[in-house]
């Protein structure tokens, strides 16, 4: 099939809309390959009820509830009511719960609790999540609150200031616990001497027996212990189908960890997975990001699949091979430099399942491990996901979204000529070389930025790629054509994070999720910083906000002064000063301008977030039952997929 045949575009419902991928060069891997990548793909799809629990402890009773009704409900499906419950369930589907992934506001049905009790009594009562003895009505009882009172558990993550960012979140890593207490409990297990230490409480939920706060360690045996069994099996089948030998040890650590929840074990296979460098088939799989624990230590489950895109990986490999050099030439103070930059591994991949966390959202680029003494010792693997990325450009084009924000006719061409290039550079000097900079100053707490950590971080390594994208030395390298693609990335990132990033947001709510915070902070520090030279000008024409860059070297020089100060602020452990810049430039967003923009943006009416639909994977079985071949189906059914994985894949 050609690219240009691809249907990208599947669904889309309010503010998500869904896409799918192609699977580009596959069926030139080998049959070897194609096992492998297909047992990977049936584990990353295993391990989707723990985010679903994760996430909050009633979604999965929720979703099977849903579930149920779509199967079953024998009543009419035509009605306007049930297609406002057919879009609550495709939100639901999409945000792995009842909480929106980004605004981690609870989701909002638009039709009411008696259609809801309709939904359950018209459906069959078999295939119900009824615990022993419970009745449909006593199930009504239980679920309503939860999907119909808006002050009930309203809030995933809640990050506000002055709150109990613990136990005023709904997210299932603490039960009947405070933000004191658990940092209590925390403070005295970490030695602040050891040079090489565990990411405490990374996978487990603390609760509160007899008075005392436990750890419930996610393990074979222990909390998720019967999904991650399944999860087990099928690394085992994967293992057995790997071609190489470092990739073969490291699965092998990670069902170590798996079976005994040992942190130490997470670290040996982290550090055996990047030291097995580049295989063309690789995956990630694993409790690995942070970002939903308010405290940011407990990790949500996540896995992906994928393969080597040959032709983008030879862009980053250029970075990679430079990367000492951008290390040496950053404008960050000398003393908080690497002497060597270790391991900065870079390559384009294709993705070939997403799973957990990174599905159906799925991120556009993978920088793992997460342990900073790992980091720097031995290195880490940086990866930019090229099927996902054109699946976004092609849908993208001819939305009329740039036409409508940006300032002028040379700005939407230079844009349109250079924005998917630009862009996908951005992303690679972020990934490869912006997270891999810089060094902490000895005795530095890692943890010290806490709430504010993952923002600045993201910002640092966004700087990072800022302060390069407009140095000589790119167009050198021949990575961009000329200093107008260079100003593309300007344009775009300015726009972005001073007006139209805010569309993802509801009117009246601040800016919560650190990828957002660190580029509307970068975006106003610098615009503050600039103004009275005016190198970034914020005008109206029409009664229309646009923005403008007066003064590109000028920026330039301000990414360099503010990606001096983060990464001091990081090296230092300042919490005071990352708080500030975060409070201070990343959060607010101004109410009027708010206004204007949702308003702009709804009359193209187009959805900000975008989820995926997977390919389906299937084995080709000779009369002996081994596998002779594994074929691609793209399906173009999102609740079919959804429903497929709630039949195949529910092991809680
Ligand atoms: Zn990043």
């Known amino acids: 099939m050609s690219v240009d045949d691809f249907k990208y575009f599947i669904d889309q419902f309010e503010d998500m809309r869904v896409l799918r991928y192609r699977l580009p060069g596959f069926e030139e891997l080998t049959l070897q390959q194609k096992k492998f990548i297909f047992y990977m793909s049936q584990a990353a799809l295993s391990g989707r009820d723990i985010l679903w629990d994760q996430n909050f402890r009633f979604n999965l009773k929720i979703r099977k509830t849903l579930e149920a009704i779509l199967d079953t409900y024998s009543g009419d499906r035509s009605s306007l009511q049930f297609k406002l419950f057919l879009i609550y369930v495709k939100r639901v589907f999409f945000a792995n719960g009842i909480h929106h992934h980004y605004s981690n506001d609870k989701l909002k049905p638009d039709f009411d609790a008696d259609y809801f009790a309709t939904l359950i009594h018209g459906s069959d009562s078999e295939k119900l999540p009824l615990t022993d003895n419970e009745t449909p009505d006593q199930l009504i009882l239980s679920l309503s609150p939860l999907l119909f009172d808006e002050k009930l558990y309203s809030r995933k993550i809640e990050r506000r200031e002055g709150a109990d960012i613990v136990a005023e979140s709904s997210i299932n890593m603490y039960e009947g616990v405070t933000q004191d207490e658990v940092e209590s409990f925390y403070a005295g297990k970490a030695n602040p001497n050891d040079v090489n230490p565990i990411s405490l409480g990374l996978n487990s939920k603390v609760i509160k027996k007899n ?53 130490k074990l997470w670290d040996k296979f982290n550090i055996q997975w990047v030291k097995d460098g580049e295989p063309d088939v690789d995956f990630n799989n694993g409790f690995i990001e942070t970002y939903s624990d308010p405290l940011g230590m407990k990790a949500t489950w996540e896995a992906i699949v994928n393969y080597t895109d040959i032709d983008a990986t030879k862009r980053s490999r250029i970075i990679t091979a430079n990367a000492q050099w951008f290390e040496d030439n950053s404008p960050i103070d000398p003393k908080y430099k690497k002497e060597k930059v270790t391991g900065v ?21 993978i920088n793992l491990p997460n342990a900073d003494w790992i980091r720097k010792e031995v290195g880490s693997k940086s990866v930019t996901l090229a099927n996902i990325s054109e699946a976004h450009d092609k849908s993208s084009q001819g939305s009329g979204f740039l036409e409508e924000f940006a300032s002028d006719k040379a700005e939407v061409e230079r844009v349109k000529k250079y924005g998917t290039l630009a862009d996908a550079l951005h992303t690679d000097l972020h990934e490869c070389v912006g997270h891999a900079s810089g060094k902490l100053a000895p005795g530095t707490d890692p943890n010290a930025l806490k709430n504010y950590a993952s923002a600045l971080e993201e910002a640092r390594a966004d700087l990072f790629a800022l302060y390069y994208i407009m140095d000589k030395k790119i167009i050198e390298l021949a990575l961009l054509p000329d200093e107008d693609a260079a100003k593309a990335s300007y344009d775009v990132y300015l726009r972005n994070g001073l007006l139209t990033q805010i569309v993802r947001i509801k009117h009246g709510k601040n800016i919560e999720e650190a990828h957002m915070r660190n580029r509307s902070a970068i975006c106003h520090w610098v615009y503050e910083r600039g103004r009275s030279k005016n190198v970034v000008e914020l005008f109206k024409s029409n009664y229309k906000s646009y923005v403008r860059i007066n003064d590109y070297k000028m920026l330039r020089e301000l990414f360099g002064e503010l990606l001096n100060e983060i990464q001091r602020i990081k090296s230092e452990g300042d919490f005071d000063a990352g708080k500030k810049i975060i409070e201070n430039y990343g959060v607010k967003i101004d109410a009027d301008l708010h206004t204007e923009i949702l308003k702009r943006y709804d009359k193209l009416n187009l959805a900000p977030y975008t989820g995926f639909i997977n390919p389906k994977l299937i084995p080709v079985f000779d009369n002996a039952g081994e596998i002779t071949d594994v074929e691609v189906e793209y399906v173009d059914d999102y609740l079919g997929q959804m429903m497929e994985y709630g039949r195949n894949y529910s092991f809680l």
């Open 345 to 365: 591994a870079a390559k384009v991949i294709n993705i070939a399942m997403l799973g957990g966390e990174c599905y159906p959202v799925s991120p556009l680029g």
């Open 211 to 263: 008075g005392k706060l436990v750890e419930k360690v996610y393990k074979s045996g222990g909390l998720y212990g019967t999904v991650i069994d399944r999860i087990i099996f099928w690394l085992e089948k994967a293992n057995s189908c790997s071609d190489s030998e470092g990739q073969r040890k490291a699965i092998k650590l990670l069902i170590g960890f798996y079976k005994t929840g040992d942190l």
